[in-house]
């Protein structure tokens, strides 16, 4: 996967710095979704930690967005968080229903500034991001 262009990554930028102000809300709905997608997620997740859940979401991917134009950062950053979920039990394949719901819950954050080149751009970055994952999750797990 190819790594966002400048131009999508201000539109990931951009379209971020629009939905902090919901930030909770949005962490919320996106582990609602991700739980729709993939119902077994769910008891990854302590129920009694939602707040430091959110918090740890929203925070990650503003560290990510930052660190997006510093390949050897995100990668790092990215690789960390695949051997740290691998930990929680969360696999490869959890990372298409995660980006979709995320990419579901922007949508719904951002109403009609998701535009389709919003969308285009938050699906580079998560394909870049997963992609990173993958890897890393792999090659801890074998």
């Known amino acids: 996967m190819n790594a966002p262009t400048t131009e999508e990554m ?3 930028r951009e379209s971020f710095d629009r939905v902090r102000p919901i930030a909770n809300f949005l962490a919320s709905q996106f582990y ?3 739980f729709d997608l993939v119902p077994e997620t769910r008891s990854l997740f302590k129920r009694n930690a939602a707040a430091d859940q959110y918090r740890m979401l929203m925070t990650g991917l ?3 967005i930052r660190e997006a134009d ?3 950062k995100f990668s790092s950053f990215a690789q960390g968080l695949a051997i740290r979920h691998v930990s929680f039990g969360v696999t490869p394949d959890h990372y298409e229903a995660a980006a979709q719901a995320l ?4 949508q ?4 009609s500034d998701f535009t389709g080149d919003v969308r285009r ?3 580079s970055f998560c394909g870049a991001l997963f992609t990173e994952m993958r890897h890393a999750a ?3 797990v074998t």
Not at 103 to 106: P, S
Not at 108 to 111: D, E, K, M, S
Request: charged share 20%.
């Open 10 to 12: 201000k539109l990931v």
């Open 32 to 34: 609602n979704r991700l």
């Open 62 to 64: 503003a560290t990510l």
């Open 70 to 72: 510093r390949p050897d």
């Open 103 to 106: 990419i579901e819950t922007l």
């Open 108 to 111: 719904q954050g951002l109403g």
């Open 121 to 123: 751009a938050w699906s």
């Open 138 to 140: 792999s090659a801890h």
